[in-house]
Every structure is written in structure tokens, then in C-alpha cells.
């Protein structure tokens, strides 16, 4: 069974840090394409950021540039975000995705429909 499960979300305070972890199993991550999406109540699902199969390619939303970073570890299967300089508008729950298919346009990346996989959710909250 193919599954995503992200770990890592929790309570922090502005200003701090929080990594966030996505594990696969059933599947190699090798090939696949893995983003972060986040939701906040009463708004849509939106991009956070993204990397190419091999790692070689990072995107960001400029929301997050500067203060995210996204990284993967294929021999551990797993793809992490280390979100720094947390504000309360970075609460909301987050997502990893993976596509298997072919990124045939960069803003695949930014897409959630072009993403097969997705693990549960973690809830991230910034409050003072």
C-alpha cells in the first residue's frame, strides 16, 4: 500500500523553527516528485514548496522563500521542510505529495491535482 505520512507539525511560537518530516512506504521516492501543501481553515490548499526527483530542482512560494527549505533523502525515502522565522500566517495544515509521472511544466510543481500521493496532514500552529 502506497502511503505518505508526515510528522514533525506541533505548537511554536513566532519566530521559531519547526521540521517537518513525510515518510513513504509501499513505494521508492526515487523517481517521484514530492511538494508541501498547506491548508488553513476556510481557505483553498495551497503550494508551499517542491523538488525534483533527484533534489537538483527546489521551488518555493514567495510566501516562504528565505525562510523554508526543502530537502529530500531518497536512501531514507522520506522528503523534509525546515520552516524557519514561523509567523501566524504559516498556520494551517500541511501536506506532502508525490507524482510519479513525468514533470512535463514547472508549474505541475505548484499544482495539487498533478500530485497522485498524498499523506494526511500535520497541523502546524504559530501563536504567541
Known amino acids: 500500500q502506497l502511503q505518505l505520512v508526515e510528522s514533525g507539525g506541533g505548537f511554536v511560537q513566532p519566530g521559531g523553527s519547526l521540521r517537518l518530516s513525510c515518510q513513504a512506504s509501499?513505494?521508492?521516492?526515487?523517481?517521484?516528485?514530492m511538494g508541501w501543501f498547506r491548508q488553513a481553515p476556510g481557505k483553498e490548499r495551497e503550494f508551499v514548496a517542491a523538488?525534483?526527483?533527484?533534489?537538483?530542482?527546489?521551488y518555493y512560494a514567495d510566501s516562504v522563500k528565505g525562510r523554508f527549505t526543502i530537502s529530500r533523502d531518497n536512501t531514507k525515502n522520506t522528503g523534509n521542510l525546515q520552516m524557519n522565522s514561523l509567523s501566524p500566517e504559516d498556520t494551517a495544515v500541511y501536506y506532502c505529495a508525490a507524482r510519479d509521472s513525468p514533470i512535463l511544466s514547472e508549474s505541475w510543481y505548484y499544482t495539487p491535482r498533478r500530485y497522485a500521493y498524498w499523506g494526511q496532514g500535520t497541523q502546524v500552529t504559530v501563536s504567541s
Open positions: 509501499g513505494f521508492r521516492l526515487d523517481n517521484y516528485a
Open positions: 523538488i525534483s526527483w533527484a533534489g537538483g530542482s527546489t
